[in-house]
């Protein structure tokens, strides 16, 4: 029998038109599967990204007034140097964010304004697939998107977003969680590895407190490495994985 992590991935499902990406900070995407998103919107296809937080807790040097704005600005434009120009944040408290009704319905309410067959999140499980420890705002916000996408086509729950004119949206078709230490699907990188560099690099200032390596030799070694490390289970073609859920 063949071991799981000697299994071939497989591509990502690709008859979708429009994606939304729920992640709990500034950077998560960029860390997680900015290379898939430029590949996508260059086929044409619609990518938002949704954050809970504002990342404002992020720098110590900086207090968080200071600090939201600043990640903000370069969330934005990380994201657009991967076609992406829809940006929306919930101002869930970055550190505390709480799995619980309110953030479902915040990405439920998302969702239905949306309408993506797809829904992208990042790793929700305590560990990073060993010892490291996830951060609880990560394994909140993953666990609320995979029960929002549900949520969403619900109209009995929180019925609320049908007074506030949010019709039921039951088309969500995947959940593809970033970063998941059991993944089951891939998207070559190559195409999108170099936007993805410089999209993860517009988060100098996050960057420059985090790491004393010099930023672009971090984004570069850190994104490379990932990808090369997929190649084996994806044609020895290096990779962005997901563990995708259907509904």
Do not use: K
């Not at 998103?37 to 504002?54: H, N, P």
């Not at 964010?97 to 992208?120: M, Q, T």
């Not at 109209?155 to 039951?170: A, S, T």
Request: with cysteine; aromatic share 6%; proline share 5%.
């Amino acid at each position: 029998m063949t071991d799981h992590v000697n299994d071939q991935l497989q591509p990502m499902p690709d008859d979708w038109r429009r994606a939304l990406a729920v992640v709990a900070h500034p950077d998560d995407l960029e860390y997680g599967c900015a290379a898939a998103v430029a590949s996508w919107t260059d086929g044409g296809r619609e990518v938002a990204y949704l954050l809970a937080t504002r990342g404002e807790a992020g720098i110590d040097t900086l207090d968080p007034a200071t600090c939201g704005p600043l990640r903000e600005r370069e969330q934005r434009a990380g994201a657009a140097v991967v076609g992406v120009t829809e940006v929306e944040f919930l101002d869930h408290r970055d550190g505390v964010v709480e799995y619980g009704l309110g953030l479902r319905r915040d990405i439920a309410a998302a969702i239905r304004r949306h309408r993506p067959e797809l829904v992208i999140t990042l790793n929700h499980r305590d560990t990073w697939g060993s010892t490291v420890w996830n951060t609880p705002d990560h394994v909140a916000v993953g666990r609320a998107t995979l029960d929002a996408a549900g949520d969403a086509g619900n109209r009995w729950i929180f019925p609320e977003l049908v007074e506030q004119g949010l019709e039921p949206w039951d088309g969500v078709r995947w959940v593809a969680v970033a970063g998941s230490s059991s993944p089951t699907h891939a998207v070559d990188a190559t195409p999108g590895m170099e936007r993805a560099i410089r999209s993860l690099l517009e988060h100098r200032a996050y960057i420059e407190v985090l790491t004393d390596q010099d930023p672009e030799e971090h984004c570069r070694t850190f994104l490379t490495a990932n990808a090369q490390a997929a190649a084996a289970r994806f044609g020895g073609r290096p990779a962005v994985t997901f563990e995708v859920f259907s509904r």
